[in-house]
């Protein structure tokens, strides 16, 4: 049985999309986050790509780790089932999710100390896994939630609000990702929706995994001088080298770019990227080159952004268990269960 | 050329003895001894082989036991009457376990000071490294050649039927043909030259019978596993640990048989290898949030690791499975050595006020029913269950009843709301008690457009599933999880109780792998004039039989394999029973339990108590 949305009666001025909804309809509760955090416009983001990609919201599953940021799912997508899960550990939980039904999209949020901290491990292997989903980290350099201490993705020489200078190397989750075979990489920043809303339509198309490394200033903790996650600092250093369009498959492409500037990739699933290369040199399908690249900048004081690497034909999780088409969620007796007459053979090879 | 040091009139048993093979590990004996024991089961005398092996692949000690019992005793049942000693490393100690008036069986190449031997029992030296260096060339053959060579002479020796071991090595070699004539040959020369120049047979001797009737040998990993596949579990995430590892293994290898689908050559199951036990269980987790049936094997140290999990999926009620095969803690502990020393570790799992359901197999029968049941449960109850083996039933060959299964059985996928109920308007709140079982209805994902989505959080909630931090939604939702636990009671394996033959005030509790340990020690207590009740728990939160139990008797004994009495602590916990009314028998050294130490303990406790009392 199939049940078509029903959508509630909204403000005329509100447009629809292909579905018949609203933005509203993907939307979810009130943020509780401060006024003007990074994670909320990143919130934002999300809904107006899935609605811009005309998804059905309850296809989405959001889950999430803990943190300022693994609290934002309750944010968006209010229609969509949601799980917040233990600190560190929202990758696995997503990659179980995902093997039980691998028709529904996912959607994992995380922060940098959720993710790079107390989580790199679980992030390490779910990259390495190939899980087919898009995995967010909302990165503001610093633990929000408990109160302003360091993460690991905060920068050498950073200053804490209190004045601690960081000591400690930070860890680059998009190298991290690069290199543990992640099959879309991007980089962007929450005050750049026009960068930011492609980009995660672009890895919702994805059929792979897909990370975005997503700086996300933390107004309460570490937005002020002297720290590398603020606002100021962040539209200061942003060295993006692409600019992308997500066209869907189903319209029709038409070739309006001057070849060397821009590149039309397909994804697996018919949709189209338009890159609009900023940066002459960069290369956005070669793995070692954007390793390269991004250390070179990073070393030039830049933070770069944009799609760093994408892989058009990615595998995932599921095409290396070969697993059947039909959601494991909704296997039967029949098909699971080899019944009484292969028992009775087992039991005669036993005796 | 026999030896006998001086003349000993050996042990003379029929069908009830215990055979014990020291080896070295990775020396290739498994194969051969495992047939040892297969032989003499298919005689009709039902054996309990037991592999004691150490935590390395290569160069260690390693024993595999064999419990000869017409009977049907299947508990270790400690001391050895023939020692088949083939490691120089452990000979001191293997020579000493031996029962006075038993056999050694030894390699005689190199002479042996008489020092090295004892006075009280019958050695049996035969030179097999020189009969092998004889015959074979290759160093590799000669190892593993030497292994069939002494079930040749043992077979003379125990007069076992020397056409059933050809049979088992034909059925082992099968597809192998090329390998059939010189196992029999080696066979053969170990037969001939023990009948030849061996006092044969010795005391003990093998006679066919009819006591193992239509009863499958099997170890309680692979039991189950396909438990598991019977249950419907579609995911696995593990993470390798001794001794748990067979039991992912044996998974993997069921479905590859009966779970890929015929028309697309696809699986319907994912195996995944996760990077530690964190992953492992939050993979479950994910999986049974998500409506499949999802498990996990691990061990002790697993357990530990997966702690934060349990109490996630515990307070947002999601269904999962869990095997531990205990082993002996804490810590890497004895990580080949068997104990049940994990109940109070996932009874408790977790921070914060929880209880888990238990369940506990007591040999691979109980391991495949249960673990298939495990699943239903977990749905039904929306919670983890923990099936508890330990190291001596997951991976020992167990006789046992063969499994049975009913096609007509469907899976219980507990209180699932469907689309059309949602559409129809049906109330739903995800912790809402509908039915007064403390059991609340919950959505798979995906499920309708704008009704029955919720956010699932370790965070307070409501019965809506809203976030709060107040203290009497809270709280009332502390109480249905109660209300939920209680309702486990009546869904678990009800205990088993065995009466004794006559009236007695004795009372034992026991659960597991202790059982035929248990069983064998009531009859040695029944014979000096100690007659006992028992009963079985199977699963925890107790059923209310296990009160009564503990209520009609004057003293009752708690069997376990832990140091610190931990089902004790469960019951005197749970049930509310005064510490005195329950006595600890517990049996810790990583070695399985035997029936002489039951019984021993239990009479030693009773005539103290008997004692003290005015
Ligand atoms: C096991 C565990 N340890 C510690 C915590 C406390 N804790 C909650 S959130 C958090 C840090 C979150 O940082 P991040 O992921 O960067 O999220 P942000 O709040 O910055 O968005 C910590 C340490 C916890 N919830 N669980
Ligand atoms: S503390 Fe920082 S990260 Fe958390 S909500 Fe406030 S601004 Fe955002
Ligand atoms: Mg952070």
Redesign the interface.
């Known amino acids: 049985?199939t049940?078509?949305?029903?959508p509630k009666l909204h403000h005329p001025a509100l447009g629809h999309n292909a579905l018949g909804y609203t933005r509203r309809d993907y939307e979810g509760a009130i943020s509780t986050l401060c006024a003007g955090c990074g994670h909320d416009s990143i919130s934002a983001a999300i809904v107006r790509a899935c609605f811009e990609l005309d998804l059905?919201?309850?296809?989405i599953?959001k889950?999430s780790g803990i943190g300022c940021s693994s609290k934002t799912?309750?944010y968006f997508l209010?229609?969509?089932?949601?799980?917040?899960?233990?600190h560190g550990?929202m990758?696995?939980?997503?990659?179980?999710?995902?093997?039980?039904?691998r028709?529904?999209i996912y959607l994992g949020v995380s922060g940098d100390g959720d993710s790079a901290s107390i989580g790199i491990?679980?992030f390490?292997?779910a990259m390495r896994?190939s899980v087919n989903m898009v995995y967010i980290v909302e990165n503001n350099g610093v633990y929000g939630l408990t109160k302003g201490q360091f993460s690991a993705t905060s920068d050498k020489g950073a200053k804490s609000k209190r004045g601690v200078v960081n000591s400690d190397e930070p860890i680059d989750m998009v190298g991290m990702a690069l290199q543990l075979g992640a099959t879309f990489v991007a980089r962007s920043f929450s005050g750049d929706k026009a960068q930011l809303v492609p980009l995660i339509e672009a890895a919702i198309r994805h059929q792979g995994a897909a990370f975005i490394d997503c700086i996300s200033p933390c107004v309460a903790f570490n937005n002020h001088e002297g720290s590398t996650k603020s606002y100021d600092f962040v539209r200061d250093h942003n060295q993006a080298v692409n600019a992308l369009d997500v066209i869907e498959g189903r319209e029709e492409i038409t070739v309006d770019y001057a070849p060397g500037t821009v590149e039309m990739v397909q994804q697996h699933d018919g949709s189209w990227l338009r890159l609009r290369k900023l940066a002459d040199e960069y290369d956005v399908h070669d793995r070692v080159a954007a390793m390269d690249y991004m250390h070179r900048r990073h070393a030039a004081g830049e933070i770069v952004t944009g799609l760093l690497y994408v892989d058009p034909a990615p595998h995932d999780?599921?095409g290396m268990?070969?697993?059947?088409?039909a959601?494991?969620?909704?296997?039967?007796?029949a098909?699971?269960?080899?019944?009484?007459a292969?028992?009775e053979k087992?039991?005669a090879g036993?005796? | 050329m026999s030896q006998s040091l001086t003349e000993v009139r050996g042990l003379q048993r029929i069908n009830d003895f215990v055979v014990k093979f020291a080896n070295v590990n990775g020396s290739g004996s498994a194969s051969a001894n495992t047939m040892f024991g297969k032989s003499i089961l298919r005689m009709g005398v039902p054996v309990a082989p037991r592999n004691i092996f150490p935590s390395n692949i290569q160069g260690l000690p390693t024993w595999y036991e064999v419990r000869v019992s017409e009977a049907g005793h299947l508990g270790a049942r400690g001391g050895v009457d023939l020692m088949v000693a083939m490691n120089p490393q452990t000979w001191d100690q293997d020579i000493r376990s031996i029962e006075p008036g038993g056999y050694l069986f030894y390699d005689s190449t190199k002479p042996m000071p008489a020092s090295k031997f004892r006075d009280d029992i019958v050695v049996l030296g035969m030179p097999l490294t020189e009969l092998c260096n004889a015959a074979y060339s290759d160093p590799r053959q000669r190892q593993l050649f030497k292994n069939i060579i002494y079930i040749g002479a043992l077979s003379a020796l125990l007069e076992i039927e020397p056409a059933v071991i050809e049979t088992l090595l034909g059925e082992q070699y099968r597809g192998k043909d090329k390998l059939i004539a010189p196992n029999l040959e080696a066979f053969h020369m170990g037969r001939d030259y023990a009948l030849k120049h061996l006092d044969c047979p010795i005391g003990l001797k093998v006679r066919r019978a009819d006591q193992v009737g239509?009863?499958?040998?099997?170890d309680g990993n692979a039991a189950a596993a396909?438990g598991a596949?019977?249950g419907?579990a579609?995911?696995a995430?593990w993470y390798p640990i001794t001794p748990s590892s067979s039991l992912a293994e044996a998974f993997a290898r069921y479905c590859q048989r009966?779970?890929v689908?015929k028309a697309?050559?696809?699986?319907?199951?994912?195996?995944?290898q996760?990077?530690?036990e964190?992953?492992?269980?939050?993979?479950?987790?994910?999986?049974?949030?998500?409506?499949?049936r999802?498990f996990t094997a691990t061990s002790g140290p697993g357990i530990s690791l997966m702690q934060?999990?349990f109490g996630?999926a515990y307070f947002a009620e999601i269904p999962a499975v869990i095997f531990d095969v205990q082993r002996a803690g804490p810590s890497t502990g004895m990580p080949t050595r068997t104990q049940q020393c994990d109940v109070l570790a996932c009874a408790y799992a977790s921070h914060g006020d929880t209880k888990h359901v238990l369940l506990f197999p007591e040999d691979p029968h109980e391991c495949f029913t249960m673990g298939a049941q495990a699943f239903d449960l977990a749905d039904r109850l929306q919670t983890p269950v923990f099936v508890l083996l330990d190291l001596d039933i997951g991976m020992n060959e167990r006789l046992c009843a063969?499994?049975?299964?009913?096609?007509s059985?469907?899976?219980d996928r507990g209180k699932v709301m469907t689309?059309?109920e949602l559409?129809a308007g049906k109330d739903f709140g995800r912790y809402l008690d509908v039915d007064g079982d403390g059991i609340p209805y919950r959505?798979?994902?995906?499920?309708?457009?704008?009704r029955g989505?919720?956010?699932?959080?370790?965070?307070s909630k409501d019965r809506y599933a809203r976030?709060t931090e107040e203290g009497p939604a809270y709280q009332d939702n502390m109480e249905r999880l109660l209300r939920k636990h209680d309702t486990a009671k009546s869904l678990l394996p009800r205990p088993l109780a065995h009466p004794a033959s006559a009236p007695t005030r004795l009372g034992a509790i026991y659960y597991g792998s202790t059982s035929p340990a248990m069983d064998e020690a009531a009859g040695l207590l029944a014979e000096e004039g100690l007659p006992i009740d028992c009963l079985r728990v199977r699963g925890f939160p107790f059923h209310h039989d296990v009160a009564e139990f503990i209520a009609a008797h004057d003293q009752v004994f708690v069997v376990e394999q832990n140091r610190d009495g931990q089902l004790r602590s469960l019951l005197i916990n749970e049930l509310e029973v005064a510490p005195s009314r329950l006595a600890r028998i517990v049996h810790y050294d990583g070695s399985p339990i035997t029936a002489r130490f039951i019984a021993g303990a239990i009479a030693k406790a009773h005539t103290q108590s008997r004692k003290v009392a005015p």
């Open positions: 049985m049940f078509l949305p029903k059905p919201p309850h296809r599953a889950l799912p309750t209010g229609a969509s089932h949601g799980f917040n899960s233990v550990r990758p696995s939980v997503l990659t179980g999710a995902n093997l039980a039904n028709e529904l491990g679980q390490a292997h896994r999780l599921h268990l070969h697993t059947v088409d959601p494991f969620n909704a296997l039967d007796d098909a699971l269960v080899p019944g009484a292969a028992l087992i039991n036993l005796r | 239509d009863r499958i040998s099997i396909l596949v019977y419907g579609s995911v995430a009966y779970r689908d697309t050559g696809r699986n319907k199951f994912a195996i995944v996760a990077e530690d964190l992953a492992s269980i939050g993979m479950v987790i994910g999986a049974g949030w998500n409506g499949a999802a934060e999990f996630l063969p499994f049975t299964w009913d096609d059985k469907r899976m689309a059309a559409e959505t798979y994902p995906g499920t309708h457009p704008t989505a919720f956010f699932t959080r370790g965070t976030y």
